[in-house]
């Protein structure tokens, strides 16, 4: 588990056969990008549990917190931002929209994902950053 020392965010990339699910928020300000799921760490939170709990919330995806995995800190001015990974052979169940009214889309590949003119830069930094696209 990994502890942060700091408020964090952290962002939940999961891989599987059926594809990538992203979010897309309905509620903020055009452009309205496709992005990874994700969220604010709270207090006591280690962010393996703010990674499960936001995927969840998002994308009703329930997956095992030791089915992720940190594969980046990114140091920000205010706060840590931590990508998590978990790569699983079957997707569970999707929910329809997400616990704020989210809508979710399941993607067929990372580098589908990367095509998109409406997928949000900064993520796609990360995924190249990772040298997964």
Do not use: C, N
Not at 62 to 78: A, C, Q
């Amino acid at each position: 588990m990994v502890y942060a020392d700091r408020d964090f965010a952290v962002i939940v990339l999961v891989q599987s056969a059926q594809g990538v699910p992203l979010v897309r928020d309905p509620s903020k300000p055009a452009p309205r990008y496709w992005k990874l799921p994700g969220g604010k760490g709270e207090e006591g939170d280690t962010v393996e549990q703010a990674g499960w709990r936001e995927l969840r919330e998002e994308t009703g995806v329930e997956l095992s917190i030791e089915s992720l995995k940190v594969v980046l800190k990114k140091d920000r001015r205010t706060h840590d931002l931590y990508v998590v990974v978990a790569t699983i052979d079957q997707l569970p169940s999707v929910a329809e929209q997400g616990v704020e009214g989210e809508e979710i889309g399941v993607f067929h590949s990372l580098e589908e994902i990367t095509q998109l003119s409406d997928f949000f830069p900064p993520h796609h930094s990360l995924l190249q950053e990772l040298k997964l696209v």
